[in-house]
């Protein structure tokens, strides 16, 4: 697909003068409230919470506007929703609230969807001394039980934070309306308007609650608040209908919630798969986006000379050899998921063909779809993500080969800052006051590659913070007994055991020596002329215990408690070695 026009701004000064400047943040101010295991998960990265002094004045001001005076509420374009039953929904431990919704069921059977996103854009002038200190922090980062925002915490705060879509609290929102069809066949069908709005939130949900308000066979009050059912049929019609529509493949991913106690101690570490409320969510933050897109590109279509600039989410497409090498790995573990004529519509098709993204997309989706469930599954899709890029921000316009559309994000502009720039091109697209973005195309190129790159290292903070904290409880604790331990993969390096959310490993020179291990297979088959084989799922009927559990080095090793010790030519076979999954 052609890229848009790049030139959206010719200004003569540039208002990126300190991407890679985090460096000469002062680094010996860190936030008094991070705990010891924070410092550390921090420290390589070297992020902290400071703020200048001119940015919190800038918020300080912010936070004490009457919304109902700011120029986009004199528009007359603007409502007043506060009538609305609008809720959000967030993890227990929530940060940043950026978005609420609100349903409708017709006599007629469509059903009306509001989508009201944090107004942001408007609120904070670009090139002030607050957006110029989120282009340098651009993406928020969560631990489990703190966060480095990306402004300060007067507008972000769950409670009262001025921009943040507090419980019972008037807040200004940029609300997408979407008219949904009984007949809906495609998102074309889809009616939207987007507005600027005062809403206020009925009800702050976590994921439990709002799977609890969608189960008719529980009760619809969570806490003193009672959504009208109205409004509980209509996200749980919204997500069978949209469900049909969102072509995007589907990999596993398993939601992790951790609690702590007032001590700030890890109490409960809980895993749950993606259910009917998650469902909920994503589509409505992925009809959002896709109907804004739509906007921004349709207003850069018909206006080339002076186009807006976008961060578009963009996945390359796999490359033809990985994909063929992931499912070459899965054929040998899983035989019954890859079927022979999946390699043959690989072969058949060249890697720029145009078709070749369908295909890819199409053996990608029956691989998942003949998966086994469970550990089995979570396999599968590493594998396939191993041979898929990550997706990254782009000033062009491009595919996002998961999703299968050109789309970028709106949903989180108290989060990420690329969403509150696409936020404010679809408002100045809809001919809003929102002021002006003075930015030429380089710098804008420079920020979604840095983006980007934060987004990767906040992702990756996160993974080791959740897993850090895991390995302390048990370093602290011991194992739980009753929690059995199941292969989740073989390495080079031994046996991968998973107990609940941690997995740790069971070294090659410890397995004794009767095992067979084949990586191949990614099976283990006990006693030297035993039929007893396990794999992927499977717990070992052997006593396995804790070998070591150190938080701060990220090690947890297990150990077999067996007087047996493993032969020296009976380790892991050279022939059976392969890229670990």
């Known amino acids: 697909m052609a ?6 701004r010719n200004r003569s000064s540039s208002v990126i003068p300190a991407f890679f400047a985090s460096s000469a943040i002062p680094s010996s101010q860190p936030p008094h409230y991070i705990h010891s295991l924070d410092e550390i998960d921090l420290k390589g ?24 005076e700011l120029p986009i509420a004199q528009d007359p374009r603007f409502k007043d929703l506060t009538a609305l039953d609008f809720f959000t929904v967030d993890p227990k431990s929530k940060h940043d609230i950026d978005d609420a919704l609100y349903f409708e069921t017709n006599n007629d059977g469509s059903i009306t969807a509001y989508v009201a996103i944090a107004c942001v854009a408007p609120r904070i002038e670009f090139g002030s001394p607050l957006d110029m200190h989120r282009r340098d922090h651009p993406m928020a980062i969560f631990l489990p039980n703190s966060a480095i925002h990306t402004m300060p915490s007067c507008l972000y705060e769950p409670v009262d934070g001025a921009l943040s879509l507090c419980e019972n609290k008037d807040r200004l929102a ?14 074309d069908d889809i009616d939207c308007d987007i507005f600027p709005a005062k809403i206020r939130s009925r009800a702050a949900l976590n994921y439990g609650d709002f799977l609890d308000l969608l189960s008719p066979l529980d009760a619809t009050d969570i806490g003193e608040c009672t959504l009208p059912q109205s409004c509980i049929d209509g996200a749980v019609e919204f997500a069978y209908r949209l469900d049909s529509l969102m072509t995007g493949l589907r990999f596993t991913d398993t939601k992790t919630s951790l609690s702590f106690d007032e001590g700030g101690i890890l109490s409960t570490a809980q895993g749950r798969r993606a259910h009917l409320g998650d469902q909920v969510i ?32 963009v996945q390359a497409i796999p490359d033809k050899d990985d994909l063929m090498e992931s499912l070459t790995e899965l054929e040998s573990v899983f035989p019954e998921a890859v079927h022979a004529s999946l390699f043959e519509m690989l072969e058949d098709t060249h890697q720029w063909d145009l078709d070749y993204a369908d295909t890819a997309r199409m053996v990608i989706s029956d ?58 091109a679809v408002l100045k697209a809809l001919e809003y006051d929102v002021g002006e973005l003075e930015m030429q195309n380089d710098d804008f190129k420079a920020l979604c590659d840095y983006v980007s790159s934060e987004e990767r290292t906040a992702s990756s903070i996160q993974k080791m913070s959740r897993k850090r904290r895991i390995i302390d409880r048990i370093e602290s604790r011991g194992l739980d007994c009753e929690e059995p331990l199941r ?75 067996s007087s047996s010790l493993r032969a020296p030519h009976s380790g892991l076979n050279a022939a059976n070695d392969r890229k670990p999954c």
């Open 45 to 68: 990265y070297g992020k902290t919470n400071y703020i200048g002094e001119d940015a919190k004045a800038q918020a300080e001001v912010i936070a004490n506007e009457n919304i109902d």
């Open 367 to 424: 691989v998942l779809m003949n998966s086994p469930s469970g550990m089995g599954r979570d396999f599968v899709s590493r594998c396939l993500i191993q041979a898929t890029e990550k997706a990254r921000f782009s000033p062009d316009e491009a595919s996002h080969f998961s999703l299968n559309t050109v789309t970028g994000q709106v949903t989180s502009p108290l989060r990420r800052y690329t969403d509150t720039i696409n936020q404010w």
């Open 487 to 561: 292969i989740r993969c073989i390495t080079q390096h031994g046996i991968i055991l998973q107990t609940g959310l941690a997995s740790g490993l069971l070294p090659s020179n410890a397995v004794p020596y009767t095992w067979r291990i084949n990586r191949k297979t990614q099976t283990v088959t006990l006693g030297e002329n035993s039929q007893s084989t396990f794999g992927i799922g499977d717990v070992l009927p052997v006593p396995i215990t804790l070998g070591e559990a150190k938080a701060g080095d990220l090690k947890l090793s297990f150990k077999v408690d």
């Open 282 to 313: 994503e589509l409505a933050a992925l009809l959002s986006a896709q109907k804004s897109t739509d906007i921004v590109r349709n207003h850069n279509d018909t206006t080339p000379e002076d186009p807006l600039p976008f961060a578009f989410r």
């Open 3 to 8: 890229s848009r026009p790049k030139n959206f």
């Open 174 to 187: 940029i609300v997408h309306k979407f008219h949904i069809p009984l007949d809906c066949e495609s998102l």
